[in-house]
Every structure is written in C-alpha cells, then in structure tokens.
C-alpha cells in the first residue's frame, strides 16, 4: 500500500525530529523561554494597568508565538544542515512530499507544545478569565498555528540554506501571516468577550481557507523547492 | 550567445516619457480645481496609475513565477525578478503620494484602513522577495526559491486584502473612471497609458540588465573552469 508507506515516511522524519529535540531539550526549552520573556516585556511596555493588559493580551500572546516560533522553523532544518544529512534523506527512496510533511508534523507538535506555554503564561500574567467558548478558542488557536507552522516550514526549507538566514525567514514570513495573526487575534478577542457580534465565525472560515490555500500550495511548490 | 537590445527599445523608452509628460500636461491643464481638495486632487493623476501598475507588476510575477515551475527557463526567473522590482518602485511610489495626499486631506499620514495597510504588506512582500534574490548565490536555486516565494506572495494578497478590509475600513471607494466627474477621466486614462508605457519599458530594460548580467557570470564561470 503506497500511501501506508508514506504515512510511515512522514511519521519516521517527525519522530526524528522530535527526537533529537527531546534529547538535547536545549531547543525547546530556549525557544520557550524566550516566548515567555516577550511576553513579561511586553507587559512590562504596556501595563502597569490590567485593563489594558487584558486588551493588549490576545495580541502579545500571538506576537511572542510569532517572533519565538520563527527560530523553531529554521532550527528544524539546521540541524540537518550541519551534519550534512539533508542531502542523504533526500536520496532516500519515496516522494519528496513526505520530507515535507514529516518537517511539518514536527514543527507542529513542536510549537503547539510552545503555544500551550505561552497560553497558560499569557492566561496568568495578564490577568485573562477563561470564557465558556473556550473550546471554539482552542479551534481558533489550532487553526492559526496549523497556518504558521505550514508557511514557516515551507519558508525555513528555503532561508535556512541561504546566507542571513535569521533575517530572512522573518522578512518572508511575517509578511505572508497577516491575515493569520488578523484573523486569529480578532477571533479570540471576540471569543474573550461575549461576540455580539458572531464576528468570530467568519474569520473562524478565514483562517480555514488559509490554511487549505497554503497547505495546497506548499505541497505543490516543496519538491520544486527542496532540490539541491 | 547575448544580442544587445535593438535601438527600437530606446526609442520606446523616449516615447514613453514624453507620453507620461504630455498626460500630465493634459490632465493638470484641463481638470479644473476640485470642491474640496482644490489642486490636492492632481496627485490621483500619478497615485492611482501607480497602484494599478503595481498591481500589474505583482500579476507579472505571478505568471513568470509559475512559468518558470513549469517550464524552468532562466529568462522567466528574470522578467519575474524585473518585474518585482519595477512593482516594489510604483508599491513605494503609491504609498508616498498617498501620504503626501492623506496629510492635508484626511488630517493624517496614515490610516490603518484596508487599502493603504493591504498595499503596505503587499510592498514588504516585494522587498522579502527581492531581499530573497540577494541572499541566494546559486543561480538555480535563487530561482526556483523565489518564483515559489513570488507566486505565494501574490496568491496571499487578495486573502491580506480581504482580511484587513474585515478587520476595518475608512478608504474612500477607489478612484476609477467610473467614480469620478468626467472632467478628470480622461486625465486620468491618459495617464494611466503614459505609466503603463513607462513600466512596460522598465521591466524590459531591468530584463535586458539582468540577461546582461547573467552572461558575464556565465562567462567568468566558464573561464574559471578553464574553458574560453
């Protein structure tokens, strides 16, 4: 069964992955470090005053996702990198696509792990209720990191071989993730509040024909992309 | 073997401007003073064909980009990279005019409205691309990398349009023909065919540079293998 064998491709290279990541732990655990500093200051610029801190929440919660989750994506290839094995798993047999989703599933597991950090950091430090819809929240999250993981994965297979790579891979990606950072601020704002509006929905399909688009896209354009 | 532009390419590019300057002429001679912007309004003569020429630089991006996928001819890379650099221009040139013309009309530089914020993401797509372009050494590398980071960025704009047009909205409806009072129209067109002229002689110069360039990098490459 071909589609067996890839699903065990794609599931090798993300225990690969992972498994590195939990041995050394260093990159986890700097990454989210990190997430939490930009969050203590950026309440320390905006705050003292809770009011304004709940309000500015969603958004410094999404901004520290952004800037720590942009040195998850660039490390995922980096490590290959550096022992020269990129080349070795691409002359391995099978589609290239599997490369792709393998990377992608990683990063996944990877910075929703961090998100949580982040969340549940946010949750305390800025002084956040849990809303009843907490559920619909949760989707909304899911929803934006499936849309940051699947461009940030795309952009890192390209800017981590280039030189500059730090400042690549935001200068690329930052750009393409406003309508996700739109969509999933707006929508968890609404969601915190009691959205009388029902402004939540729309941007709630937004983000799934983001993702849909993009996920598309970027199977198409990887194997395109990954040739060395 | 490189051929060098035939003199019918300068002799376009003279007509051109002289186009662009007689358009002007005409449209700042026959539009009269407006009820409420006054003689503010003869910045739409150069503000709105710019736009639209920098859109239609992004939609030659998008087709060279695809083109060159399919069918990997290094010349396609090249109009592609001409073009993004001829749209991040008139992308840059739109902002300006628009706040040169927001200042006294509006009262501000700017407004996070969804044209103006659309189009400045759509501009820092431009420069990711050619920032891109510059960071890669390898020809076919660089050009398979950015024809998929020009292609997404053009599949990203009408979602980064309609996501910050949700998010909120202030704009004026846009100035076409059908908006306006006839007395501006034909300004309006003219110009717009003097521009039009004017980026179709600035992709095809930028083009001409590129190819020119290409073949001494592939001259010293021969020569540095030994070859002549």
């Given at each position: 069964?071909?589609?067996?064998?890839?699903w065990?491709r794609?599931?090798?290279?993300?225990?690969?992955?992972?498994?590195?990541?939990?041995?050394?732990?260093?990159?986890?655990?700097?990454?989210?470090?990190?997430?939490?500093?930009?969050?203590?200051?950026?309440?320390?610029?905006?705050?003292?005053?809770?009011?304004?801190?709940?309000?500015?929440?969603?958004?410094?919660v999404?901004?520290?996702?952004?800037?720590?989750?942009?040195?998850?994506?660039?490390?995922?290839?980096?490590?290959?990198l550096?022992?020269?094995?990129?080349?070795?798993?691409?002359?391995?047999?099978?589609?290239?696509?599997?490369?792709?989703?393998?990377?992608?599933?990683?990063?996944?597991?990877?910075?929703?792990?961090?998100?949580?950090?982040v969340?549940?950091?946010?949750?305390?430090?800025?002084?956040?209720?849990?809303?009843?819809?907490?559920?619909?929240?949760?989707?909304?999250?899911?929803?934006?990191?499936?849309?940051?993981?699947?461009?940030g994965?795309?952009?890192?297979?390209?800017?981590?071989?280039?030189?500059?790579?730090?400042?690549?891979?935001?200068?690329?990606?930052?750009?393409?993730?406003?309508?996700?950072?739109?969509?999933?601020?707006?929508?968890?704002?609404?969601?915190?509040?009691?959205?009388?509006?029902?402004?939540?929905?729309?941007?709630?399909?937004?983000?799934?024909?983001?993702?849909?688009?993009?996920?598309?896209?970027?199977?198409?354009?990887?194997?395109?992309v990954?040739?060395? | 073997?490189y051929?060098p532009?035939?003199?019918?390419?300068?002799?376009?590019?003279?007509?051109?401007?002289?186009?662009?300057?007689?358009?002007?002429?005409?449209?700042?001679?026959?539009?009269?003073?407006?009820?409420?912007?006054?003689?503010?309004?003869?910045?739409?003569?150069?503000?709105?064909?710019?736009?639209?020429?920098?859109?239609?630089?992004?939609?030659?991006?998008?087709?060279?980009?695809?083109?060159?996928?399919?069918?990997?001819?290094?010349?396609?890379?090249?109009?592609?990279?001409?073009?993004?650099?001829?749209?991040?221009?008139?992308?840059?040139?739109?902002?300006?005019?628009?706040?040169?013309?927001?200042?006294?009309?509006?009262?501000?530089?700017?407004?996070?409205?969804?044209?103006?914020?659309?189009?400045?993401?759509?501009?820092?797509?431009?420069?990711?691309?050619?920032?891109?372009?510059?960071?890669?050494?390898?020809?076919?590398?660089?050009?398979?990398?950015?024809?998929?980071?020009?292609?997404?960025?053009?599949?990203?704009?009408?979602?980064?349009?309609?996501?910050?047009?949700?998010?909120?909205?202030?704009?004026?409806?846009?100035?076409?023909?059908?908006?306006?009072?006839?007395?501006?129209?034909?300004?309006?067109?003219?110009?717009?065919?003097?521009?039009?002229?004017?980026?179709?002689?600035?992709?095809?110069?930028?083009?001409?540079?590129?190819?020119?360039?290409?073949?001494t990098?592939?001259?010293?490459?021969?020569?540095?293998?030994?070859?002549?």
């Amino acid at each position: 069964m071909a589609w067996k064998d890839d699903w065990r491709r794609v599931r090798a290279i993300a225990r690969k992955d992972l498994t590195t990541e939990l041995r050394a732990k260093a990159g986890f655990n700097g990454v989210a470090s990190l997430a939490v500093t930009i969050l203590i200051l950026l309440g320390l610029a905006l705050g003292p005053d809770g009011e304004a801190l709940r309000n500015a929440a969603v958004g410094a919660v999404w901004l520290a996702t952004l800037f720590s989750g942009v040195l998850a994506f660039n490390r995922s290839f980096q490590v290959e990198l550096e022992s020269g094995a990129l080349e070795p798993l691409l002359l391995y047999p099978g589609p290239r696509w599997t490369i792709f989703a393998g990377k992608l599933l990683g990063n996944l597991v990877f910075v929703s792990l961090m998100v949580a950090v982040v969340m549940i950091v946010g949750i305390v430090l800025y002084g956040i209720t849990i809303p009843d819809r907490w559920p619909t929240l949760l989707g909304v999250t899911a929803l934006g990191v499936v849309g940051l993981v699947v461009l940030g994965t795309f952009y890192a297979s390209m800017a981590s071989r280039s030189r500059a790579r730090e400042v690549l891979l935001p200068l690329l990606l930052f750009p393409m993730l406003v309508p996700v950072l739109l969509a999933a601020t707006t929508a968890s704002k609404a969601l915190l509040g009691a959205d009388l509006m029902h402004e939540s929905g729309a941007w709630i399909r937004l983000l799934i024909g983001y993702d849909i688009v993009f996920l598309i896209a970027t199977f198409i354009a990887f194997e395109h992309v990954i040739e060395a | 073997m490189y051929q060098p532009p035939p003199r019918a390419s300068a002799l376009f590019g003279g007509i051109a401007f002289i186009a662009v300057i007689a358009a002007q002429a005409f449209a700042i001679m026959t539009s009269p003073a407006e009820g409420d912007m006054g003689h503010l309004q003869k910045i739409m003569y150069v503000h709105v064909p710019a736009a639209w020429m920098a859109f239609i630089s992004f939609f030659v991006v998008l087709v060279f980009s695809i083109l060159y996928m399919v069918r990997k001819r290094e010349n396609d890379d090249l109009i592609a990279a001409s073009a993004a650099e001829v749209g991040a221009v008139f992308t840059g040139l739109t902002l300006a005019l628009g706040m040169i013309w927001g200042r006294p009309a509006w009262g501000v530089w700017w407004v996070w409205d969804a044209r103006l914020t659309s189009t400045l993401v759509l501009f820092l797509i431009f420069v990711g691309y050619l920032a891109l372009r510059s960071f890669v050494d390898d020809q076919s590398q660089r050009a398979r990398w950015s024809a998929a980071v020009g292609a997404f960025g053009a599949i990203n704009v009408p979602i980064v349009y309609m996501s910050v047009k949700w998010w909120r909205t202030l704009h004026q409806p846009p100035s076409s023909p059908d908006t306006l009072d006839p007395a501006y129209t034909m300004g309006l067109r003219l110009n717009a065919i003097a521009l039009l002229l004017v980026t179709i002689y600035f992709i095809r110069k930028r083009y001409e540079i590129a190819r020119l360039e290409r073949a001494t990098e592939h001259l010293a490459e021969s020569v540095a293998m030994g070859g002549k």
